[in-house]
């Protein structure tokens, strides 16, 4: 195969990569787009999971999608705010929820182990007595318990504090600013019943990353193809030089 028929080759492949690595590259992050939203979250009652002043990515969910453990976004006009408020879900419909036994969370007579609670802590800190959750509602907490204006400080309303399931717009996969990564399973509640599945967030971040390589690859073949053909031409010509001699 002669050095023209390889270059057009190599240049219709680099072409390719490029096409490839863009669709791949602004594929995910239309993906990301649809399937998530950023979240800032101006309080510190999620300490140590969440920091205040943290960039949050956050998977559109319906609220029946959501399940003991997940750290989920949402917004009830009873609970004095008209803003999106971020919290655990610890108690889903149907479930009995009550603090503490042996400083812990029981849930349906388990008690609950929260290694995101902050070190040193307890979650007897925040004692409350045994709430039955009313179906199609969910029981929220802060993971710091102690400054949390969450379902605790709302027991003495009608709905007993528990926030509708209709009202959860996204879940927290991911802390973003500063780059804290994916939030950690919540296992303890892994007895009581299954987790939520993770979110595409991983797919989406090697679509990005694949595509990305591929274009900056393929974009360098074109140079680096003319320096080497620059290379080969400059020593052909040495040694005919040579060799007149």
Same mark, same amino acid.
């Given at each position: 195969?002669?050095?023209?028929?390889?270059?057009?080759?190599?240049?219709?492949?680099?072409? =390719?990569?490029?096409?490839?690595?863009?669709?791949?590259?602004?594929?995910?992050?239309?993906?990301?787009?649809?399937?998530?939203?950023?979240?800032?979250? *101006?309080?510190?009652?999620?300490?140590?999971?969440?920091? $205040?002043?943290?960039?949050?990515?956050?998977?559109?969910?319906?609220?029946?999608? $959501?399940? @003991?453990?997940? $750290?989920?976004?949402?917004?009830?006009?009873?609970?004095?705010?008209?803003? /999106? &408020? &971020?919290?655990? &879900?610890?108690?889903?419909?149907?479930?009995?929820?009550?603090?503490?036994?042996?400083?812990?969370?029981?849930?349906?007579?388990?008690?609950?182990?929260?290694?995101?609670? *902050?070190?040193?802590?307890?979650?007897?800190?925040? /004692?409350?007595?045994?709430?039955? $959750?009313?179906?199609?509602? =969910?029981?929220?907490?802060?993971?710091? @318990?102690?400054?949390?204006?969450?379902?605790?400080?709302? =027991?003495?309303?009608?709905?007993?504090?528990?926030?509708?399931?209709?009202?959860?717009?996204?879940?927290?996969?991911?802390?973003?600013?500063?780059?804290?990564?994916?939030?950690?399973?919540?296992?303890?509640?892994?007895?009581?019943?299954?987790?939520?599945? *993770?979110?595409?967030?991983?797919?989406?971040?090697?679509?990005?990353?694949?595509?990305?390589? =591929?274009?900056?690859?393929?974009?360098?073949?074109?140079?680096?193809?003319?320096?080497?053909?620059?290379? @080969?031409?400059?020593?052909?010509?040495?040694?005919?030089?040579?060799?007149?001699?």
């Amino acid at each position: 195969m002669s050095g023209e028929s390889r270059q057009r080759i190599g240049q219709r492949l680099s072409g =390719l990569a490029v096409a490839l690595g863009l669709a791949l590259f602004l594929g995910g992050f239309a993906w990301g787009a649809v399937a998530y939203r950023p979240y800032t979250v *101006p309080t510190s009652s999620m300490t140590p999971t969440i920091d $205040v002043g943290d960039r949050v990515l956050a998977q559109r969910v319906d609220g029946s999608e $959501v399940r @003991r453990g997940d $750290v989920v976004v949402f917004r009830d006009k009873s609970w004095v705010t008209n803003a /999106n &408020v &971020v919290k655990r &879900v610890v108690a889903v419909g149907g479930d009995t929820v009550s603090c503490c036994t042996d400083g812990k969370l029981t849930v349906n007579g388990k008690q609950i182990d929260e290694p995101y609670l *902050p070190k040193g802590s307890l979650a007897e800190v925040q /004692n409350f007595p045994k709430v039955t $959750v009313p179906k199609g509602r =969910l029981f929220l907490l802060g993971d710091e @318990r102690q400054g949390s204006l969450d379902s605790t400080a709302h =027991l003495t309303d009608a709905a007993r504090g528990t926030v509708s399931r209709n009202a959860v717009s996204a879940r927290v996969d991911a802390v973003i600013w500063p780059m804290k990564g994916m939030l950690k399973r919540p296992s303890g509640f892994e007895a009581l019943g299954a987790l939520s599945r *993770p979110g595409p967030l991983r797919t989406i971040e090697l679509l990005i990353v694949a595509g990305a390589v =591929l274009v900056l690859g393929g974009s360098a073949y074109g140079p680096l193809a003319k320096r080497m053909g620059g290379s @080969r031409t400059r020593a052909a010509r040495a040694e005919t030089a040579a060799g007149v001699r």
